[in-house]
C-alpha cells in the first residue's frame, strides 16, 4: 500500500470519494476505479459500526487507504475506526484550536496524544500491537474538517495545532455557516476558501476539500489544494446511471428524454 500520510503531507494531488454504500462489493468496485484513497462517510451514510472493518478490509484487498469520517469528536469513535485498520480519520465541525487538540489526543499514541491501546484488526487481533505502537503516530492520517464561520475564524489557531496533518474544507455547510449559498454567495465562499487554504499552508499543513464534480480541481489545485474528495459512490452511481439512460433514449429517436 502507498505510503499514504507521506503523500498528503507532501502535498501530492491524490483524488479519492466518500463511501456512502455500506457494502463491500460497492467498495472493491471503487477501489479499483484507481482512486488514491477511499473515506468511508460514517457521518452522514447509513453505515454501522460493525461494518466499517469489513469495508476497510475490502479497500485492503485492492491495496488502497481506507480513512473515515467519524460523526463527531468523540475519542472512542476515533479509537474504533482506527483499531480497525483505518488509515486514517477526517474528523467533522472543527471550529477551535481546543477541539482540534482534543482530536489529536484521540488520534495518537503517548507521548503526542492519549489513545488507548486494543488489540484490534490494526494490531493483528493482539498478535502485533508492538509493530503497530512503533509506525501508528508516523503513518496516520489526521483530517480536520472545517466547515463553520466559526472555524473559518479561527483558521489560524487550529492549523497551528500540532498533530494535525490536513485541513480539509466543508464548502457545503460553510457555505450555509457563512451565509454565501447559491450562485449569489460564490465569491463569499471563494473567499472564504482561499483564506482557509492560505492559512493551513503558511501553517505548513496539507489542504484538502469537496468537490462535487471534477470541473473546478484544477483551479483549486492551482490554489494550493492538493487532497481532494469528489462527489461519492452513490453520486457517481447516479450520475452513471441517468447518463446511460439518457443517451439511450436518445439513440433510440423515439423516446422521450425527460430533462431534469
Given at each position: 500500500m502507498s505510503d499514504f500520510r507521506g503523500n498528503c503531507i507532501e502535498h501530492r494531488l491524490l483524488i479519492g470519494t466518500f463511501a456512502a454504500i455500506p457494502h463491500p462489493v460497492a467498495i472493491e468496485v471503487t477501489a479499483a476505479s484507481g482512486v488514491d484513497f477511499l473515506c468511508i462517510d460514517w457521518e452522514h451514510?447509513?453505515?454501522?459500526?460493525?461494518?466499517?472493518?469489513d469495508l476497510i478490509r475490502a479497500a485492503d484487498i485492492h491495496?488502497?487507504?481506507a480513512m473515515v469520517r467519524v460523526p463527531g469528536h468523540a475519542a472512542e469513535d476515533i479509537a474504533a475506526v482506527l483499531d480497525a485498520g483505518a488509515a486514517g480519520v477526517l474528523v467533522p465541525r472543527v471550529s477551535t484550536a481546543e477541539q482540534a487538540r482534543a482530536v489529536v489526543k484521540a488520534m495518537r499514541y503517548p507521548p503526542l496524544g492519549a489513545r488507548g491501546v486494543g488489540p484490534g484488526r490494526a494490531a493483528a487481533y493482539g498478535y502485533r500491537?508492538?509493530?503497530?505502537?512503533?509506525?501508528?503516530n508516523a503513518e496516520l492520517v489526521l483530517a480536520i474538517?472545517?466547515?463553520?464561520?466559526e472555524g473559518l475564524a479561527n483558521i489560524a489557531e487550529i492549523a497551528?495545532?500540532?498533530?494535525?496533518?490536513?485541513?480539509f474544507i466543508g464548502p457545503g455547510d460553510l457555505s450555509v455557516?457563512?451565509?454565501a449559498m447559491g450562485p449569489t454567495g460564490k465569491d463569499k465562499l471563494d473567499a472564504a476558501i482561499r483564506t482557509i487554504t492560505k492559512a493551513a499552508l503558511t501553517a505548513g499543513r496539507t489542504v484538502g476539500i469537496f468537490r462535487p464534480s471534477p470541473d473546478d480541481v484544477a483551479a483549486w489545485s492551482e490554489?494550493?489544494?492538493s487532497f481532494f474528495i469528489l462527489a461519492s459512490d452513490t453520486m457517481f452511481l447516479g450520475a452513471g446511471m441517468a447518463?446511460?439512460?439518457?443517451?439511450?433514449?436518445?439513440?433510440s429517436g423515439s423516446l422521450e428524454v425527460k430533462e431534469k
Open positions: 451514510s447509513q453505515i454501522s459500526r460493525e461494518r466499517i472493518e491495496r488502497v487507504p500491537i508492538p509493530d503497530y505502537l512503533a509506525k501508528a474538517q472545517v466547515e463553520t464561520a497551528a495545532v500540532a498533530g494535525v496533518d490536513l485541513i455557516s457563512i451565509d490554489a494550493g489544494i447518463a446511460g439512460v439518457i443517451d439511450a433514449k436518445k439513440s
